[in-house]
Nanobody, 124 residues
Framework: QVQLVESGGGLVQAGGSLRLSCAASGRYFSGYTVGWFRQAPGKEREFVAAMNWRGTITKYLDSVKGRFTISRDNAKNTMYLQMNSLKPEDTGVYYC?????????????????WGQGTQVTVSS
């Protein structure tokens, strides 16, 4: 069982940066694939970024490539999402997720554990 708690959301102007953190409890977190998803008002949840357990494979939503960076510190049971050059369209509730799959899926159905979400608002 893994419990995830996000932090680091907030209000930022366009062009600014935020760093989201996701602290995990559970003995086997280091063996899980991790991901970030977001949901904007009135829209479906979408994949943002994911990383395998070793940190050697990453995937990103095309619109965030070059601006967002996913990382993890298995010693601290924590994953991160560094978001730079933020745009108003990045606004939404951001969720971290963890899954036991050995792949790096972009579908939320492949992740068993989810955080409660943290709000990110980017003003123009």
């Amino acid at each position: 069982q893994v419990q995830l708690v996000e932090s680091g959301g907030g209000l930022v102007q366009a062009g600014g940066s935020l760093r989201l953190s996701c602290a995990a409890s559970g003995r086997y977190f280091s063996g899980y694939t991790v991901g970030w998803f977001r949901q904007a008002p009135g829209k479906e949840r979408e994949f943002v970024a994911a990383m395998n357990w070793r940190g050697t494979i990453t995937k990103y939503l095309d619109s965030v490539k070059g601006r967002f960076t996913i990382s993890r510190d298995n010693a601290k049971n924590t994953m991160y999402l560094q978001m730079n050059s933020l745009k108003p369209e990045d606004t939404g509730v951001y969720y971290c997720a963890a899954g036991s799959t050995g792949l790096v899926p972009t579908s939320g159905t492949q992740y068993e554990y989810w955080g409660q979400g943290t709000q990110v608002t980017v003003s123009s």
